[in-house]
Protein backbone atom coordinates (compact mmCIF):
# COMPACT_ATOMS: atom_id res chain seq x y z
CA UNK A 1 0.00 0.00 0.00
CA UNK A 2 1.38 2.98 -1.13
CA UNK A 3 2.22 5.71 2.20
CA UNK A 4 1.36 8.65 -0.64
CA UNK A 5 -2.56 10.03 -1.56
CA UNK A 6 -2.19 10.30 -4.78
CA UNK A 7 -5.29 12.23 -5.16
CA UNK A 8 -3.34 15.06 -2.68
CA UNK A 9 -0.53 14.85 -4.56
CA UNK A 10 -1.73 15.42 -8.01
CA UNK A 11 -3.13 18.81 -6.93
CA UNK A 12 -0.74 19.19 -4.47
CA UNK A 13 1.12 22.91 -5.98
CA UNK A 14 5.16 22.45 -5.82
CA UNK A 15 4.67 26.05 -3.53
CA UNK A 16 2.56 24.29 -1.44
CA UNK A 17 -0.17 26.69 -1.48
CA UNK A 18 -3.22 25.35 -3.55
CA UNK A 19 -5.34 28.55 -5.18
CA UNK A 20 -8.60 27.88 -4.62
CA UNK A 21 -10.90 27.34 -7.83
CA UNK A 22 -14.37 28.00 -9.17
CA UNK A 23 -16.67 24.99 -8.28
CA UNK A 24 -18.79 23.56 -5.57
CA UNK A 25 -17.10 21.48 -2.56
CA UNK A 26 -17.94 20.00 0.36
CA UNK A 27 -17.25 21.95 4.07
CA UNK A 28 -17.40 21.00 7.17
CA UNK A 29 -18.49 23.44 10.47
CA UNK A 30 -15.05 23.45 12.54
CA UNK A 31 -15.81 25.72 15.56
CA UNK A 32 -18.70 28.25 16.52
CA UNK A 33 -18.41 31.40 18.81
CA UNK A 34 -21.78 32.87 20.12
CA UNK A 35 -21.15 36.83 19.95
CA UNK A 36 -24.95 37.12 22.42
CA UNK A 37 -23.94 41.00 22.91
CA UNK A 38 -24.36 41.04 19.27
CA UNK A 39 -26.56 38.40 19.12
CA UNK A 40 -24.96 36.35 16.11
CA UNK A 41 -23.20 33.57 15.70
CA UNK A 42 -19.53 33.34 14.25
CA UNK A 43 -19.38 30.09 11.84
CA UNK A 44 -15.51 28.99 11.43
CA UNK A 45 -15.60 26.19 8.63
CA UNK A 46 -12.53 24.88 6.11
CA UNK A 47 -12.92 22.31 2.80
CA UNK A 48 -12.94 18.80 3.48
CA UNK A 49 -13.26 18.22 -0.14
CA UNK A 50 -9.97 16.70 -0.79
CA UNK A 51 -8.53 19.07 -3.44
CA UNK A 52 -8.70 21.38 -1.01
CA UNK A 53 -8.71 19.76 1.94
CA UNK A 54 -7.92 22.25 5.31
CA UNK A 55 -7.55 25.06 2.44
CA UNK A 56 -8.21 28.12 5.24
CA UNK A 57 -6.87 25.76 8.11
CA UNK A 58 -3.36 26.29 6.55
CA UNK A 59 -4.31 30.30 5.62
CA UNK A 60 -4.40 30.91 9.20
CA UNK A 61 -3.73 34.66 10.79
CA UNK A 62 -1.04 35.75 12.06
CA UNK A 63 -2.25 35.50 15.56
CA UNK A 64 -3.80 32.31 15.06
CA UNK A 65 -7.38 32.99 14.61
CA UNK A 66 -9.66 31.38 11.62
CA UNK A 67 -8.97 32.57 8.09
CA UNK A 68 -11.57 35.56 8.19
CA UNK A 69 -12.63 34.46 4.23
CA UNK A 70 -14.01 31.25 6.10
CA UNK A 71 -16.20 32.71 8.49
CA UNK A 72 -20.09 32.73 7.92
CA UNK A 73 -22.22 34.83 10.44
CA UNK A 74 -25.88 34.13 11.74
CA UNK A 75 -27.97 36.64 13.26
CA UNK A 76 -30.43 34.60 15.79
CA UNK A 77 -32.45 38.40 16.20
CA UNK A 78 -36.01 37.90 15.13
CA UNK A 79 -36.12 40.20 12.02
CA UNK A 80 -33.35 38.03 10.78
CA UNK A 81 -34.63 34.50 11.16
CA UNK A 82 -35.77 34.05 7.01
CA UNK A 83 -31.79 34.15 6.65
CA UNK A 84 -31.19 31.61 9.82
CA UNK A 85 -33.42 29.51 8.54
CA UNK A 86 -31.80 29.30 4.80
CA UNK A 87 -28.67 28.07 6.64
CA UNK A 88 -30.27 25.48 9.02
CA UNK A 89 -32.17 24.14 6.37
CA UNK A 90 -29.10 23.25 4.52
CA UNK A 91 -27.48 22.33 7.18
CA UNK A 92 -30.85 19.84 7.99
CA UNK A 93 -30.95 18.19 4.22
CA UNK A 94 -27.13 17.43 4.46
CA UNK A 95 -26.77 15.77 7.84
CA UNK A 96 -29.51 12.91 7.70
CA UNK A 97 -30.44 12.29 11.29
CA UNK A 98 -29.74 16.31 12.66
CA UNK A 99 -32.40 18.68 13.58
CA UNK A 100 -32.80 22.26 14.93
CA UNK A 101 -35.96 21.72 16.88
CA UNK A 102 -34.28 19.09 18.28
CA UNK A 103 -31.28 20.10 19.64
CA UNK A 104 -33.44 23.44 21.11
CA UNK A 105 -31.39 25.33 18.60
CA UNK A 106 -27.65 24.49 20.54
CA UNK A 107 -25.27 26.08 18.30
CA UNK A 108 -23.06 24.20 19.41
CA UNK A 109 -24.10 21.12 17.82
CA UNK A 110 -23.26 22.86 14.28
CA UNK A 111 -19.62 21.76 14.87
CA UNK A 112 -18.69 18.70 12.37
CA UNK A 113 -21.62 19.26 10.19
CA UNK A 114 -21.56 18.95 6.79
CA UNK A 115 -22.65 21.70 3.65
CA UNK A 116 -21.67 22.57 0.15
CA UNK A 117 -19.90 26.03 -0.43
CA UNK A 118 -20.23 27.21 -3.78
CA UNK A 119 -16.77 29.16 -5.12
CA UNK A 120 -17.01 32.02 -7.56
CA UNK A 121 -15.02 34.68 -8.73
CA UNK A 122 -15.59 37.90 -6.13
CA UNK A 123 -13.86 41.41 -6.06
CA UNK A 124 -12.11 42.61 -3.23
CA UNK A 125 -11.73 46.13 -1.77
CA UNK A 126 -8.00 46.34 -2.92
CA UNK A 127 -6.25 47.70 -5.89
CA UNK A 128 -4.55 45.70 -8.64
CA UNK A 129 -1.68 47.20 -10.20
CA UNK A 130 -4.39 49.48 -12.87
CA UNK A 131 -5.76 50.51 -9.99
CA UNK A 132 -8.88 48.08 -9.91
CA UNK A 133 -10.16 45.78 -7.37
CA UNK A 134 -8.36 42.47 -7.55
CA UNK A 135 -10.64 39.34 -8.34
CA UNK A 136 -10.18 36.06 -6.37
CA UNK A 137 -12.31 32.80 -5.85
CA UNK A 138 -14.08 32.75 -3.14
CA UNK A 139 -17.58 31.98 -1.16
CA UNK A 140 -20.51 32.92 -3.34
CA UNK A 141 -23.17 30.44 -1.57
CA UNK A 142 -23.87 27.86 0.64
CA UNK A 143 -26.36 24.86 -0.49
CA UNK A 144 -26.99 21.44 0.48
CA UNK A 145 -25.65 17.98 -0.83
CA UNK A 146 -29.02 17.37 -1.39
CA UNK A 147 -29.23 19.82 -3.75
CA UNK A 148 -25.51 18.46 -5.04
CA UNK A 149 -26.78 15.33 -5.69
CA UNK A 150 -30.13 16.73 -7.34
CA UNK A 151 -27.83 18.69 -9.54
CA UNK A 152 -29.34 22.06 -8.65
CA UNK A 153 -26.28 24.17 -7.81
CA UNK A 154 -24.81 26.41 -10.42
CA UNK A 155 -21.29 27.60 -10.25
CA UNK A 156 -21.34 31.13 -10.62
CA UNK A 157 -19.30 32.13 -14.16
CA UNK A 158 -19.87 36.19 -13.23
CA UNK A 159 -17.96 38.29 -11.00
CA UNK A 160 -19.57 39.42 -7.90
CA UNK A 161 -18.89 43.38 -7.67
CA UNK A 162 -18.20 45.38 -4.39
CA UNK A 163 -21.09 46.08 -2.55
CA UNK A 164 -22.06 49.83 -2.08
CA UNK A 165 -19.78 49.86 1.68
CA UNK A 166 -17.07 47.68 -0.12
CA UNK A 167 -16.89 50.50 -2.76
CA UNK A 168 -16.33 53.29 -0.49
CA UNK A 169 -13.74 51.28 1.72
CA UNK A 170 -11.61 50.64 -1.79
CA UNK A 171 -11.57 54.00 -2.39
CA UNK A 172 -10.66 55.66 0.76
CA UNK A 173 -7.83 52.75 0.70
CA UNK A 174 -6.74 53.37 -2.79
CA UNK A 175 -6.92 57.17 -2.79
CA UNK A 176 -4.27 56.97 0.80
CA UNK A 177 -2.01 54.35 -0.77
CA UNK A 178 -1.79 56.44 -4.07
CA UNK A 179 -1.25 59.77 -1.50
CA UNK A 180 0.98 57.82 0.62
CA UNK A 181 3.19 56.37 -2.68
CA UNK A 182 3.29 60.15 -4.31
CA UNK A 183 4.78 61.87 -0.61
CA UNK A 184 7.27 58.38 -0.35
CA UNK A 185 8.19 59.61 -4.07
CA UNK A 186 8.81 62.80 -3.21
CA UNK A 187 10.89 62.35 -0.17
CA UNK A 188 12.80 59.93 -1.98
CA UNK A 189 13.75 62.20 -4.50
CA UNK A 190 14.19 65.25 -1.94
CA UNK A 191 16.77 62.51 0.14
CA UNK A 192 18.61 61.61 -2.80
CA UNK A 193 19.35 65.48 -3.88
CA UNK A 194 20.57 66.19 -0.01
CA UNK A 195 23.01 63.22 -0.06
CA UNK A 196 24.18 64.82 -4.05
CA UNK A 197 24.29 67.87 -2.43
CA UNK A 198 26.37 66.80 0.40
CA UNK A 199 28.73 65.14 -1.47
CA UNK A 200 29.52 68.08 -3.63
CA UNK A 201 31.87 70.43 -2.34
CA UNK A 202 31.34 74.51 -1.91
CA UNK A 203 34.13 75.69 -4.22
CA UNK A 204 33.75 72.97 -6.75
CA UNK A 205 34.18 74.24 -10.37
CA UNK A 206 30.74 74.09 -12.34
CA UNK A 207 31.13 72.28 -15.58
CA UNK A 208 29.20 74.04 -18.98
CA UNK A 209 27.72 71.64 -21.11
CA UNK A 210 27.88 72.58 -24.90
CA UNK A 211 25.00 72.78 -26.52
CA UNK A 212 24.70 70.67 -29.43
CA UNK A 213 22.08 69.49 -32.35
CA UNK A 214 22.49 66.42 -31.16
CA UNK A 215 20.43 65.03 -28.25
CA UNK A 216 23.40 63.58 -26.38
CA UNK A 217 26.29 66.28 -25.94
CA UNK A 218 28.61 63.35 -26.03
Known amino acids: MSKIN ?3 WDNTSESGFNPLERGAFLCEVKAIHDAEDKQHVIVEWDIIDPKFKDHFKNLKNEDGSWAYDARLYRSYKAENY ?37 FGDKE ?5 DNGKPKVYVKLRDVRSTDALNRGDIKIPKD ?26 TRQILAEQKAAIDASIP ?12 NKYPF
Open 6 to 8: WDT
Open 82 to 118: SFLKRWVTTLEKSNPGYSFRATNADFTKWVGLKFIGV
Open 124 to 128: VPVAD
Open 159 to 184: IERLNDFETNMFKEKYEATRVATAEE
Open 202 to 213: DNAPTQNIPVTD
